[in-house]
């Protein structure tokens, strides 16, 4: 069975520095990979996803994750986190050439930014 | 153009008590999907659904059931409604997800559920 393992509930950073968030994942070949944000009182927003082609992908906000095979792990980074990325992560994976679009989520991550 | 809107945005019921949740679906969009989200919790699928049949469904009881409507609208009834069913319910839609496109899910803002 699928699932996503998020190891990190809440992760603080100062402005400005880097960031790195941690996903695995279990799927029995490359499933679809998502990561979202959500803000309080706010839907959740993906942020990237990656299919296929190129390991490293570019998202929305400065954002970036790398598809690593051989560790089955989809981390997200960011070089330089503004205090507006304060939210919660969650890591996800779908079904690859699939018309059902479920989804299995992350426990998530609550970033939470330092002055 | 809207995105997913979902009605009401709060709702206190009490356990026994049956409650419906309201998602209309972003313009152009034909396939709805329904998570719960438990406090802490990242969402779990509940069911999707598309041409007003639900085509899949995760591990929730029958107590959880869904309409589809000829203008994509969907509705998300619980039945028998328990303390553990609290949580905020999401929905969301797609653009036409049979042609397995992996097409980006956007999410409403969620329906709060508290169950006293």
């Known amino acids: 069975a699928q699932s996503v393992t998020q190891p990190d509930i809440h992760i603080t950073v100062s402005e400005g520095a880097s960031l790195e968030l941690r996903c695995n994942y279990s799927?029995?070949?490359?499933?679809?990979l998502f990561w979202y944000v959500q803000s309080p009182g706010q839907g959740l927003q993906l942020l990237l996803k990656y299919f296929s082609g190129d390991t490293l992908v570019q998202g929305i906000k400065g954002f970036e994750a790398e598809f690593k095979r051989s560790q089955s792990s989809f981390n997200l980074r960011k070089p330089s986190v503004h205090w507006s990325d304060a939210a919660e992560y969650f890591c996800?994976?779908?079904?690859?050439?699939?018309?059902?679009?479920?989804?299995?989520f992350g426990s998530g991550t609550r970033l939470s930014i330092r002055p | 153009d809207a995105g997913v809107t979902q009605s009401p945005t709060h709702l206190i019921k009490t356990r026994g008590q049956q409650v419906t949740l309201r998602c209309s679906p972003k313009s152009g969009h034909d396939t709805v999907s329904w998570y719960q989200q438990a406090l802490g919790q990242g969402p779990q699928f509940i069911f999707q659904?598309?041409?007003?049949?639900?085509?899949q469904r995760g591990n929730f009881p029958d107590r959880f059931s869904g309409h589809q409507f000829p203008n994509y609208s969907s509705e998300l009834n619980v039945n028998a409604l328990l303390l553990g069913d609290s949580a905020l319910y999401l929905c969301a839609s797609i653009w036409r997800s049979r042609l397995a496109l992996g097409n980006e899910q956007f999410f409403g803002p969620g329906t709060r559920l508290t169950v006293l």
């Open positions: 996800a994976v779908g079904e690859p050439y699939s018309s059902a679009s479920k989804i299995i």
């Open positions: 659904y598309y041409e007003e049949e639900e085509r």
């Open positions: 799927y029995g070949a490359t499933p679809y």
